[in-house]
């Protein structure tokens, strides 16, 4: 033992030391990981930002980041009395002052009562505050018609990235051919490929039909998940509805469906339904998973294992700094319930100030409170927007020769295809990069808009794509759309 | 493939199915953690607070939870300072307020700034804020006398936990004996075994010497490498200081004997430092792992690998519920350097109050701020009861027999041993718990006091200790020593 450390210690007093970690020596695991909503394109944003900032000249005067659903950085303003009440939470003196509204006082003091020591800044139990799970779970009520809620079946997170991750952490064993195989929907938000990469599972994609504005089908889940059986054991499948970049609002016979193909096939869900407020199509609405399978009665009812995603960064408050959200669990096994505490105990709590934000997103004023007016208002201004922001894209994108976007029915993305020239795609493979990205960063580098390739999000072989995300000002968006559509148009006379 | 599944489909309408995901199936890496600080003694605590709510007759009126270092639960005030910049950038219309000093408005602002769209809900780069990151750089220079610190090389993280344990993911490789050992010092904080249990990596333990209160000695660090190299590749070291839960402070030598042996035995460092701000005891001073490293000059300041953690949750504003924190590394190869920021990327960002709060914390009030005499005084309060605590605590236990208590130099526990009389640990034994969590749960169900048995830190075999915080207020704190002291007398006499 002693020669062996020693020839190494006697290398490295010499200098010829390699470090300890290195991209050989590193997870690999972790190599392999993807995330391309924040991945190249973004890194050259933030570069180009800084070169600006240096004043070097550019074809064009600011970045645009539309390729992260970020609402308040595109210059939404927060809910007021969201705000309030978590000011009130940091700084309790305030509860004295003539500034806030009396609803807002109250809130405050009913959250302050639920933390240790009466402060934001004591640890919570790791499933997060009682109070504020109970008031989930009588959210999670009235949106689902009264299907009751357990709040011992909830637990807060850090936003809902922590809770998904978690979840899938407890679904993945095996090796080799028996390893967990987790179904995902392509294309998809590259969380689930990420944390599928790094638990070292099996990805196994089913196609979703953008020729059906991106509807999810069960013969296309049933291809995956056979074919997958040869080289793993399918456990889950991860469904987001409203569809993540896709868009798409699933109608209830479509959940329905999927509910009896993970029974039949004995798969465990996951809803990522973070966009749940998300609704724009006429026509459409959203459905959550658990209110569907509770409906549909045993033995979907009573049997069919369940996990639901809800966040605080979407909707119409977009509060993604606070890192507040939740998962519901429904039908899964206590001992594994208990597991799953005993897992988010290490980390010891969520963030408490977005346990506070969240209790106020899910019980917001009563229509008696002061301030219910003010509240709905803000509520519903940024919904109507959101919705007629998703409206424009459609049409401005739809007018375009060589794009095609399906409808925005909700959540806050556009995912159009586009046509690339031959001799593009060519150039792109000499360069060693997806075509889309190539089109991407030349978009990024000559106007200024920041979007992301299809290629993140997985798409079918030979077509291409980017995600762009609606929230960019209404007075905005319209010359965004329309330069994005110019240059793809430029772009593709380059390059015929 | 049809029939396989069909049978599971039949048998599932039957009722016959078993749930997806059980004990046997699930991740049984996960299922292995164990994590004391929030175990059952824990779950117990809070069933009992319940049922003095409910008004069941219990020996005590209320529970103590010493379980777990979180001050402001304890009663602790949080800084005034740090609260105020923290509610004006939660809710920008204060900054109007004259509530709030000029000093504190100054600070929100340069937060706001530095934030997507000026707020406080938009998502950050994954490695947090470079503002704060140069903050932060600005203050570990101060701290360690002037050696640079580069703020590319830190990384905001949510809690110091999160960083910890992104650092351990990345170090994790290799299969059967090859698989990556971890060297962690006995008693730990058990963030450690539990991550190592989740990553299926190797806990290679070494004892910390506590008849030399507690200090880390090589010889028994080498031992303990030697000997773990036939079942893993040992590949990490990590060093908790000031030690929790032993509450001991290295000394210079210790941590330059640590560094030698690190970079002889090609060990990447971490350092848990998240307690640099508490040491007590005269003549201890805390020196960090980076700068002593620097100054021991090449090969050590430009080849050994480390990481260095610190937070918010600890200090003299123990703002435990925020989930801030940072890691600095130091010698890391620049293209793992990368790999880690994209892991840190699929989870977004750290909490944004979080990032806000430990801005504060690394950039005080200048000496001519308004602000700056109260901070000094409320942070000199904090830490000066602290350190009565501790030394409080110490002397009472020492007077106990059968309690033997090291000087607490640091951090906010003491970690007691104490005798067992021989009929106690076999009637543990018979009921199947380690003895040392037999009699913490005798001492919650007779005293209402809540400590964590050594056993779920780990400890030398057939001895016994307990961890308890020295945070109770003082006037709470003393009766409580006695009341343990006491508690501990009579299971002595009940079992002699």
């Known amino acids: 033992m002693a020669v062996r450390t020693g020839d190494q210690g006697q290398a490295a007093?010499?200098?010829?030391?390699?470090?300890?970690?290195?991209?050989?020596?590193?997870?690999?695991?972790?190599?392999?990981?993807?995330?391309?909503?924040?991945?190249?394109?973004?890194?050259?944003?933030?570069?180009?930002?800084?070169?600006?900032?240096?004043?070097m000249k550019k074809p064009f005067t600011e970045v645009i980041r539309a390729n992260i659903g970020d609402a308040q950085a595109m210059g939404q303003k927060p809910i007021t009395f969201m705000r309030q009440v978590l000011a009130l939470c940091v700084d309790p003196e305030l509860l004295s002052s003539p500034h806030f509204p009396e609803d807002a006082k109250r809130r405050a003091k009913r959250i302050l009562q639920a933390c240790g020591g009466h402060s934001l800044g004591a640890y919570t139990i790791s499933s997060g505050i009682p109070m504020i799970r109970e008031d989930v779970a009588r959210y999670i009520e009235r949106r689902d018609g009264g299907i009751p809620s357990d709040p011992n079946n909830i637990f807060l997170s850090t936003g809902a990235s922590d809770a998904i991750v978690t979840v899938l952490k407890l679904l993945v064993a095996g090796e080799g051919r028996t390893r967990t195989g987790?179904?995902?929907?392509?294309?998809?938000?590259?969380?689930?490929?990420?944390?599928?990469?790094?638990?070292?599972?099996?990805?196994?994609?089913?196609?979703?039909?953008?020729?059906?504005?991106?509807?999810?089908?069960?013969?296309?889940?049933?291809?995956?998940?056979?074919?997958?059986?040869?080289?793993?054991?399918?456990?889950?499948?991860?469904?987001?509805?409203?569809?993540?970049?896709?868009?798409?609002?699933?109608?209830?016979?479509?959940i329905e469906a999927v509910i009896r193909f993970a029974f039949e096939e004995r798969l465990f869900l996951l809803a990522?339904?973070?966009?749940?407020?998300?609704?724009?199509?006429?026509?459409?609405?959203?459905?959550?998973?658990?209110?569907?399978?509770?409906?549909?009665?045993?033995?979907?009812?009573?049997?069919?294992?369940?996990?639901?995603?809800?966040?605080?960064?979407?909707?119409?408050?977009?509060?993604?700094?606070?890192?507040?959200?939740?998962?519901?669990?429904?039908?899964?096994?206590?001992?594994?319930?208990?597991?799953?505490?005993?897992?988010?105990?290490?980390?010891?709590?969520?963030?408490?100030?977005?346990?506070?934000?969240?209790?106020?997103?899910?019980?917001?004023?009563?229509?008696?409170?002061?301030?219910?007016?003010?509240?709905?208002?803000?509520?519903?201004?940024?919904?109507?927007?959101?919705?007629?922001?998703?409206?424009?894209?459609?049409?401005?994108?739809?007018?375009?020769?060589?794009?095609?976007?399906?409808?925005?029915?909700?959540?806050?993305?556009?995912?159009?295809?586009?046509?690339?020239?031959?001799?593009?795609?060519?150039?792109?493979?000499?360069?060693?990069?997806?075509?889309?990205?190539?089109?991407?960063?030349?978009?990024?580098?000559?106007?200024?808009?920041?979007v992301v390739p299809g290629s993140g999000f997985g798409q079918r072989e030979g077509t291409y794509h980017f995600r762009m995300t609606i929230l960019p000002p209404m007075e905005k968006l319209r010359p965004l759309l329309e330069k994005l559509s110019q240059f793809h148009a430029k772009f593709t006379r380059e390059y015929s």
Chains 1, 2 share one sequence.
């Open 13 to 55: 007093m010499n200098g010829l030391t390699e470090k300890v970690l290195t991209l050989d020596t590193m997870n690999q695991c972790v190599r392999r990981v993807e995330y391309a909503v924040r991945g190249p394109i973004v890194v050259r944003a933030l570069e180009l930002e800084q070169e600006l900032r240096q004043g």
């Open 272 to 450: 990522d339904e973070v966009y749940q407020d998300n609704v724009y199509a006429e026509g459409s609405q959203f459905h959550s998973f658990k209110k569907v399978l509770t409906e549909m009665g045993p033995p979907y009812a009573t049997q069919q294992e369940l996990a639901s995603f809800h966040s605080t960064s979407k909707g119409y408050m977009g509060e993604c700094g606070f890192r507040g959200g939740y998962v519901e669990v429904v039908n899964l096994d206590p001992e594994v319930q208990k597991q799953m505490l005993k897992l988010m105990s290490v980390r010891l709590c969520p963030p408490v100030s977005g346990q506070a934000l969240l209790d106020v997103v899910v019980s917001p004023p009563e229509p008696s409170d002061p301030s219910s007016a003010q509240f709905q208002a803000e509520k519903q201004a940024v919904l109507a927007e959101l919705a007629a922001k998703a409206k424009l894209t459609e049409q401005v994108f739809n007018e375009a020769p060589g794009i095609r976007c399906n409808p925005v029915q909700g959540a806050m993305y556009s995912f159009p295809r586009m046509e690339l020239p031959p001799r593009a795609v060519q150039r792109a493979q000499e360069l060693g990069v997806a075509p889309d990205m190539f089109f991407c960063m030349r978009l990024l580098e000559e106007t200024g808009i920041c």
């Open 182 to 254: 987790v179904l995902i929907p392509i294309p998809q938000y590259p969380l689930y490929s990420a944390t599928v990469a790094e638990l070292d599972a099996v990805q196994v994609n089913y196609y979703l039909d953008e020729e059906r504005a991106w509807a999810l089908d069960v013969g296309e889940l049933r291809r995956a998940l056979h074919q997958a059986r040869d080289r793993c054991r399918p456990r889950a499948l991860c469904v987001i509805n409203p569809g993540n970049p896709t868009g798409q609002v699933q109608t209830r016979e479509c």
